[in-house]
């Protein structure tokens, strides 16, 4: 059978009506990997050895008529800003060139104790700050769908392996977009979890109070098959909630009639291509005709989310980079002096964005401009909290563009940094306000390029979100 481009639950259901091995299905995808990766450069390292122990072990199981459990033999890949045992972990930096950490993150090791297949790590921008995967220190990350275009960013290669069929799912992480947006642009699901729903143990921060992990597959299911596996508790990470984690996969069965859909008016102005608007009044239309109820909503601090999101990353960014000095991880340039050696690790090992987003943040944070900047950025930073409250009290889920256009040319936006910031006005605001949301592909341009659509969701509802998403995926296919 043909085992490339199978769904979780495809391949599980292979696997244990013996059509096909975990060894197979993990041997195939390295095979696409090999023969078609040399041109889309999504992975930056694979973990063969690993990921072959593991499918043994599955094909043992299944041999046995064992329960499988839930993602067996599934092929995964990791965002290269998440740990695993004894595989280099770079961010996409060079800072970090023969790190090798020797722990798992608590979402990598939750999945494979599921079953899964660690097939490797995906690129990504230089710890997971770009919009478009050029700020990766090793390679660019093409867009399997257009290859003279961006899969966006920064968890680009997660996206791009889904679409490419080099995994069944990945991994990648969000701090203002980065899974949702990459998705939109490879024309695949990406799920952004509620903040605190998945633990955040052996991820590389960027911005600690916006990270956030969560999956990319070819289907909502799928989704929120791998959401139920890492989300929960861990006392690892004092961030992540005790909240008991609802069953998403049946919760997906019910009914979505009746649900109230938000429109945002101010996600709906000057400035989007009008070809993603057409594809989500066709997702607006769609959900009217399941039963559900549209009002339109105002969210009226928007204009502010992305100058208040570009000085409290940066700041968190500051701060959190400050760990990466030559001593301690990976990378360390050859100097006369301790104060050179640091100056030189760091000037040689970060890229200019990393830079750049170090010096925004040390003056937002620096003596005098604190109360002007960092302080006021938390003040709006609730404002836009407010706002998603109030209309939650009035919805049950938004529905919103992804981004204001579909994916552009490799070099479009390199030049112009703000250019390239404002890539993220449709995701920052549900960032800051630590809400959850997926990005479910709802159609193409003339030019065949993917268009995503914004699910939002209040705190933990994800079950809700995801429902809706599936409603939308559906409304794709009939
Ligand atoms: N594009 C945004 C940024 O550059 C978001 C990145 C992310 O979500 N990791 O900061």
Redesign the pocket.
């Known amino acids: 059978m043909e085992i490339l481009g199978l769904t979780i639950d495809g391949a599980r259901t292979a696997i244990a009506a013996g059509e096909a091995t975990a060894t197979a299905l993990a041997e195939s995808h390295y095979a696409r990997i090999e023969s078609h990766d040399t041109q889309i450069n999504s992975f930056l390292t694979i973990s063969r050895e690993r990921a072959m122990a593991q499918a043994a072990k599955i094909d043992g199981m299944a041999a046995k008529a064992e329960a499988l459990p839930v993602l067996a033999g599934i092929p995964v890949g990791i965002k290269d800003v998440l740990l695993m045992r004894g595989a280099s972990a770079t961010a996409g930096s060079l800072i970090l060139r023969g790190y090798h950490p020797p722990y798992d993150a608590t979402a990598v090791s939750r999945l494979e104790a599921a079953g899964a297949v660690l097939l490797g790590k995906l690129n990504?921008?230089e710890?997971?700050?770009?919009?478009s995967n050029e700020?990766s220190a090793y390679r660019p990350v093409l867009n399997p769908r257009a290859l003279d275009r961006v899969p966006g960013?920064?968890?680009g290669g997660s996206a791009a392996a889904v679409a490419a069929n080099f995994a069944v799912a990945t991994l990648g992480?969000?701090?203002?977009?980065?899974?949702r947006?990459p998705a939109a642009f490879c024309g695949v699901v990406g799920v952004l979890p509620t903040y605190g729903r998945v633990s955040r143990y052996g991820l590389i921060a960027?911005?600690s109070s916006?990270?956030r992990v969560g999956p990319l597959t070819k289907s909502v299911k799928d989704a929120a098959t791998v959401l139920q596996v890492i989300a929960g508790k861990d006392v690892m990470d004092a961030t992540s909630s005790g909240r008991p984690v609802e069953d998403y996969v049946s919760g997906l069965a019910k009914p979505v009639e009746g649900l109230r859909i938000g429109i945002p008016e101010e996600y709906f102005g000057e400035g989007l291509d009008p070809e993603i608007r057409g594809a989500i009044d066709g997702v607006i239309a769609g959900l009217k005709m399941v039963g559900c109820v549209v009002k339109p909503v105002n969210l009226p601090h928007t204009k502010y989310a992305i100058p208040t999101?570009?000085v409290i990353?940066t700041a968190e960014a500051s701060s959190n980079l400050s760990r990466f000095d030559g001593v301690r991880f990976g990378f360390r340039a050859e100097a006369k002096t301790l104060s050179e050696m640091y100056r030189k690790t760091r000037d040689e090992g970060f890229g200019a964005?990393v830079k750049r987003?170090i010096l925004l943040g040390t003056y937002a944070l620096s003596a005098g401009y604190y109360d002007a900047y960092y302080r006021k950025a938390q003040q709006v930073r609730t404002l836009l909290t407010r706002d998603f409250l109030a209309a939650f009290a009035e919805v049950d889920v938004l529905i919103a563009p992804v981004t204001p256009t579909p994916a552009f040319k490799l070099g479009e936006k390199t030049d112009d940094p703000v250019q390239?910031?404002l890539?993220?006005i449709y995701?920052?605001a549900a960032?800051l306000a630590g809400i959850c949301g997926a990005s479910v592909p709802c159609g193409t341009t003339k030019d065949g390029l993917p268009i995503g659509v914004q699910v939002l969701g209040k705190h933990f509802d994800e079950g809700t979100m995801l429902r809706v998403a599936q409603a939308v995926e559906k409304g794709q296919n009939t």
């Open positions: 990504c921008d710890f997971a700050m770009g919009s700020n960013g920064s968890s992480t969000d701090t203002g977009g980065s899974i947006q960027f911005a916006l990270d999101y570009y990353a964005e987003r390239m910031y890539e993220d995701s920052v960032s």
